[in-house]
């Protein structure tokens, strides 16, 4: 079974990327911030993140540049979401290796479709 951890501060929003994701039948953990999720990711080792950026003690960019430092999280596929229209979010997060960006609201089918499709990417 695929694994997702969603890393979300905003528990309104986790609850509907869980509640979607669960339905669409993945394993889903959560994580409440940047730091939980790393120390979930460790334990868990998912097939792919769905990574707030504006989070407090950690956000999102940290998160994704500590995975990609670690030999062990790097290969982790990365969704990163936001609710800040910045055009320099994508860029920034593309760079540092996230490889989705979907900007909140975001529809719960996209957000499966894009697990999906990394969580195949993972497998191959």
Known sequence: MIKVLVIDDSDVLRRISV????????????????????EKMRGIK???????????????????????DDPELSKIKVIML????????????MKLGASKFLTKPFSPKNLVEAVNELAREQRA
């Open 19 to 38: 509640f979607n994701l669960k339905r669409a039948n993945f394993e889903v953990h959560e994580a409440v911030d940047g730091l939980d999720g790393l």
């Open 82 to 93: 936001t609710a800040k229209g910045g055009d320099d979010d994508a860029d920034h997060a």
């Open 46 to 68: 998912p097939d792919v993140v769905v990574l707030d950026v504006m989070m407090p003690n950690l956000d999102g960019f940290g998160v994704l540049k500590e995975m990609r």
